[in-house]
């Protein structure tokens, strides 16, 4: 894992962890595997998962992927043309 997802990782987990202080390291990470529905070995939980399923944590049923909402478009349209440079 690199240095960058490492510190995103620990920024990510900071507000959550220090909801459920009880927990050590290892009962944080297995609550929230269980939460994204992994049910592997927690050696094979990947960073990925655990940057998106927190990441998700705070963001309602239904609502956009954090970082993917900027390039939403309603409209397909009006997609393809932004993708073409045609429009701004």
Known sequence: MQCHRIEELIELLTPVWLQ???L???EMLTQIAKEAGFTGPL???S???LIYQLKMKETGEGKAIPGLQKDY???FKTAILKARGIIK
């Open 73 to 75: 478009e309603e409209d």
């Open 20 to 22: 459920h202080q009880e």
């Open 47 to 49: 960073d990925d998962m």
């Open 43 to 45: 050696a094979e939980l």
């Open 24 to 26: 050590n390291l290892t």
